[in-house]
């Protein structure tokens, strides 16, 4: 089964760059219902010319192609992985013990314990197992943080990082001129 690349989900369409270029972020989830949450991220992979790659893998109920696609990520050229899920998120701390690629989990707020069960389910992680895990429901730090990683041995994404954190810096000092005025 292919994953999908950079398609309609995204709220503009995707750059040429995006569609030419072999996925080096693999962005996958639990569920469907946990797209919106990824859409920031997703968002934001955009803007840097990230290519990634769009799958649903569930833990649960695609266990055998979720052990698939994490052992052949690598294989394929993916250097990061982002998975989202929510409830009993077993789902980025299960392709982290099959891959040896970084795992980014995204706590998805899906059920009646706002997401804290998703939170303790993917940080609280075995030694030797590490996954990395951002906010409830904050997409826009794990696709920062995977651009961040490739930013290590790809220095067009380390520059662009470089701009998007000066470009942060001087919207805040702009907030608290204004605020001083
Ligand atoms: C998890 O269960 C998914 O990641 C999702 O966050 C949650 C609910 O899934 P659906 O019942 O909406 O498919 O596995």
Do not use: C, W
């Not at 946990?34 to 769009?54: H, N, W």
């Not at 569930?58 to 055998?64: G, M």
């Amino acid at each position: 089964r292919p994953t999908q690349q950079n398609t309609a989900t995204t709220k503009a369409p995707p750059s040429k760059k995006n569609e030419a270029t072999p996925p080096l972020v693999l962005v996958t989830m639990g569920s469907d219902s946990d797209l919106p949450v990824l859409q920031a991220g997703l968002d934001i992979l955009r803007d840097f010319g990230v290519p990634y790659a769009l799958d649903i893998t569930s833990a649960h109920r695609t266990p055998k192609y979720m052990m698939r696609v994490a052992d052949e990520a690598a294989g394929k050229g993916i250097k990061v992985i982002i998975a989202a899920a929510g409830g009993a998120a077993h789902l980025p701390g299960m392709l982290a013990s099959e891959t040896p690629l970084p795992v980014i989990g995204v706590p998805v707020k899906a059920t009646h314990l706002d997401g804290m069960d998703s939170l303790l389910s993917i940080v609280q992680m075995p030694r030797g197992v590490p996954t990395a895990t951002v906010g409830i429901n904050n997409s826009t730090n794990a696709a920062l943080l995977a651009v961040r990683i490739l930013g290590s041995f790809v220095p067009e994404y380390q520059e662009k990082m470089r701009k998007y954190q000066l470009d942060m810096e001087a919207q805040v000092i702009v907030k608290g001129d204004r605020l001083r005025e």
